[in-house]
């Protein structure tokens, strides 16, 4: 069965860095298809981070994450990368990945995604 499993969270200090990852296991066109991020904060829903398209050439970015984070991908690998600086308490939140099968382009909502991962807690101290 389709799995993707995330690793890379923890606890850091603001303004430090993280680099989450995701390898997807289970079928073999995750190559053709969109994989994003998305994170939950406790009592919030389920926000949009970050999404990439099949080979890279374009990415899309939830307001609150832009020109901080950094998504990319290794088709090779099946994983999907999530490079987070600059770092803040309001980004605590666990973070999770998502792969889409049923669409090509970039999607930010949750309903366009159909496998998700476990998620990686990622805590921001001040």
């Known amino acids: 069965q389709v799995q993707l499993v995330e690793s890379g969270g923890g606890l850091v200090q603001a303004g430090g860095s993280l680099r989450l990852s995701c390898t997807g296991s289970g079928r073999t066109d995750f190559s053709i298809h969109p994989l994003a991020w998305f994170r939950q904060a406790p009592g919030k829903e389920r926000e949009f981070v970050a999404a990439i398209s099949w080979n890279g050439g374009s990415t899309d970015y939830g307001e609150s994450v832009k020109a901080r984070f950094t998504i990319s991908r290794d088709n090779a690998a099946n994983t999907v990368y999530l490079q987070m600086n600059s770092l803040k308490p309001e980004d605590t939140a666990v973070y999770y990945c998502?792969?889409?099968?049923?669409?090509?382009?970039?999607?930010?909502?949750?309903?366009?995604?159909?496998?998700w991962g476990q998620g990686t807690q990622v805590t921001v101290s001040s």
């Open positions: 998502a792969a889409a099968f049923n669409i090509y382009g970039l999607g930010r909502s949750i309903h366009e995604y159909n496998y």
